[in-house]
């Protein structure tokens, strides 16, 4: 890439998601967690607060997981030694790659994050909204700029997305997450299909010229209820991606579902509204929206991020001049060829995502010998060297078989997705990693039958129905679960048929339920039915399309039955476990956080500062007049907030939201641009002039506010199941 500073961060063009201030908000962080440890807040709002910067708690009391926002998977080699050195000395000697392209760090002691989190800032990277209520990482096509199939390079675009996204007050008190994706229609996909917004790069002839833009669906996600993604727009110009992304933000910000969890994403909002009505909510939405000139400043500089065939030095001569025959079938399966003449992607297959300390230091200096020092990682939990010189490739895959990472068969059968599930996560119940690690044994042991006629089959896993392994996808997927028998409990999964991901996206059929001892033989069979019985050219999917769900039950029976637990105790344990089986109970997950209130914030709160700022005015003490008048509009409109179950982080936030829920729909449209015209205001001077402007502010705020509480209180979700504040034409 050309320009960019030397630890590889983005063109000027493009903000850093590390910002200049980023000392100011982890010196913040380590106070609240000192708050916390002396009982000054609460178990719930730090939750809330440590979920906002991607400090997740684990199954293990005591422990955290850090997850780190790896925004499109760009990595360098400086990074990937930083998490070497975090993973080693502050978490649990491995890093582990997610199906969104996240690296997260495991049993890591609270009182350690913000050592953490200054670390990584020295290096360029943050787990500032990796969880919680907000755009989580926004992820991208892991070839994108050398995707032999690709219409254009969608970095510079997901790069800019991301960074106008982070700490961005639109987005940091979200009903619930917010997934984004950027798909260069080339080899390497980046599922579109199943997030809130799925860009898919295309081009349309404009005056002759091509014009670039993005196929754009929304409404995506899988989850327990999983849904495809609708086409919202054929066509999207480029500069129109970051106001559509603020608009549909803001529209699913103000109407979505806050009271009940399980139905607050956003496919069950168009659901709700209908998509027709939806569509015309978002497309309203960003007719009203004023677009600073700054949002597109990226696009002047495309150019920057162009990337060139890094630099060799051909003094150093490479590890090896030849390849075996290892070597052979490593390339075949896990090397793929660039756009640029010359040069390859090598894939880097790691076992459920985990990656040792001790793999990654020497990977890092094999980035920089053979890669120009960048990597990415992908939805595959897999990494992806781009870049190498074809003559390169013997002595990369020497370097790399040093350090164990030589893993053939690179998105095949044998490459198992699967979550953390038991070992770490607090909803998993069955161990996913435990049954993939065995899994890919097994099939490694059946004759070579199945990679040469199963290659293309997906296997995919998941601790819980929630679908972090994304099983719903999978030729072959499993959730977890648990079958009680004679009061006893045995780890089991759901087995799903079927799935497929992509560009097109097909939800899995659930079969049945098979305990986790009799999966693998459970697999085998089913694979090798399809080969002995299937026609020509038939896919895995259209196989058992045609066989039916209970000719699979019938084919599957006796795998499950459970044996007495006198006969088989090995048969309750779960896989890689020495205890007996049971399910958690009380255990509730963190993925976002509730919204929660120590204190509940009151619309009347406003008057009482508001009499304070006029004490002080009088006295002529400006400043501190002009503090408690801006206090007083704060607590005020928080107090209509707190009806609408939104709670923020700071007064930025809260006046942003106040415009979002209750300007921008009609209810005050008298405060219109409240937003922007009240921040500016507070970064002038307190001078007399400014201190009487803010009183008189806040004075009339404060009024309205108390008179529409009544209303707004009437339709509050705390009161009950009520529908949210729409336009009254919504349902027209």
Not at 214 to 225: D, E, N, P, Q, R
Not at 376 to 389: A, E, F, K, S, Y
Not at 593 to 620: N, R, W
């Amino acid at each position: 890439m050309k320009g960019g500073s030397p630890r590889g961060s983005a063109p000027k063009a493009v903000p850093d998601v590390v910002p200049e201030n980023i000392d100011q908000e982890i010196d913040y962080f380590e106070a609240m967690v000192k708050k916390f440890r002396a009982g000054e807040v609460s178990q719930d709002t730090f939750q809330k607060f440590r979920l906002q910067h991607g400090i997740y708690g684990q199954r293990q009391e005591g422990v955290q997981m850090v997850r780190i926002k790896i925004p499109g998977g760009l990595l360098n080699a400086d990074q990937m030694e930083c998490l070497a050195d975090l993973a080693e000395t502050i978490g649990h000697n491995n890093a582990h790659i997610t199906t969104r392209q996240d690296i997260q760090i495991h049993y890591v002691k609270l009182e350690n994050v913000p050592m953490l989190m200054r670390k990584l800032a020295a290096v360029g990277i943050t787990t500032r909204e990796a969880c919680g209520n907000t755009v989580r990482n926004v992820t991208a096509s892991p070839s994108a700029g050398v995707d032999p199939e690709e219409v254009f390079d969608v970095t510079p675009y997901m790069a800019a997305f991301a960074a106008h996204m982070i700490r961005n007050p639109i987005c940091q008190n979200l009903g619930r997450k917010f997934k984004v994706a950027f798909d260069g229609g080339g080899v390497m996909t980046a599922l579109p299909m199943l997030h809130e917004i799925g860009f898919i790069a295309c081009v349309q002839k404009v005056g002759g010229r091509e014009k670039r833009g993005f196929k754009v669906y929304t409404g995506g996600g899988l989850g327990s209820s999983p849904r495809v993604a609708k086409l919202f727009y054929d066509f999207l110009a480029e500069e129109e991606i970051i106001p559509f992304g603020e608009s549909i933000i803001r529209v699913f910000d103000r109407y979505g579902e806050r009271k009940v969890r399980m139905k607050a994403r956003m496919k069950f909002l168009i659901e709700k509204f209908g998509f027709d009505q939806f569509k015309r909510l978002v497309e309203e939405e960003r007719k009203s929206l004023e677009v600073p000139p700054e949002w597109n400043e990226y696009l002047k500089h495309l150019d920057d991020w162009v990337e060139e065939p890094p630099k060799i030095d051909e003094g150093s001569p490479p590890l090896s001049k030849g390849g075996g025959g290892d070597f052979l079938a490593w390339k075949k399966t896990n090397v793929w060829p660039q756009k640029q003449k010359g040069y390859s992607m090598v894939e880097i297959r790691l076992t459920t995502g985990d990656i040792l300390p001790r793999q990654m230091r020497p990977l890092a200096l094999l980035l920089r010998c053979y890669a120009g020092g960048k990597v990415r990682t992908m939805v595959h939990q897999n990494l992806l060297i781009r870049w190498v010189r074809d003559q390169d490739l013997p002595a990369l895959y020497e370097g790399l078989e040093k350090i164990g990472l030589v893993k053939k068969d690179a998105q095949t059968v044998y490459d198992i997705t699967a979550c953390p599930g038991t070992d770490t996560c607090r909803l998993g119940i069955s161990s996913s990693m435990g049954l993939a690690r065995v899994l890919e044994e097994r099939l490694y042991k059946e004759d070579g039958a199945i990679n040469a006629a199963a290659r293309s089959l997906r296997i995919k896993i998941s601790g819980c129905p929630n679908s972090c392994g994304q099983h719903h996808l999978a030729s072959l997927g499993f959730y977890g679960g648990g079958i009680s028998v004679d009061g006893h409990v045995v780890p089991a999964f759901q087995l799903m048929l079927g799935g497929s991901f992509g560009r097109e996206m097909v939800v899995a059929t659930p079969i049945c339920q098979i305990p986790s001892k009799n999966i693998p033989e459970a697999v085998v069979r089913l694979i090798q039915h399809f080969l002995k019985n299937k026609k020509p050219k038939e896919s895995f999917s259209q196989y058992y399309d045609h066989l039916g769900k209970e000719t699979i039950v019938t084919l599957l029976e006796d795998l499950t039955k459970i044996p007495p637990y006198e006969k088989r105790p090995d048969f309750y344990t779960d896989w890689e476990g020495k205890e007996e089986f049971a399910l958690q109970k009380g255990v509730i997950g963190e993925c976002a956080g509730q919204t929660v209130a120590d204190v509940v914030p009151k619309v009347a709160g406003g008057e009482t500062s508001l009499a304070t700022a006029k004490a002080l005015l009088g006295h002529g003490k400006f400043e501190e007049a002009a503090d408690k008048a801006y206090e007083a509009i704060v607590k005020a409109a928080d107090g209509l907030l707190y009806y609408r179950l939104v709670q923020t982080f700071n007064d930025v936030e809260t006046t942003h939201e106040f415009e979002n829920h209750f300007v921008r729909t009609g209810l005050l449209p008298q405060w219109k641009k409240f937003h922007q015209q009240l921040q500016h205001l507070r970064k002038e001077k307190p001078t007399e002039e400014i201190a009487e402007k803010l009183l008189e502010q806040a004075g009339r705020f404060v009024k309205e506010c108390l008179e529409k509480e009544p209303e707004v209180a009437a339709n509050s979700p705390r009161k009950g199941a009520v529908k949210p504040a729409v336009p009254d034409n919504l349902y027209v």
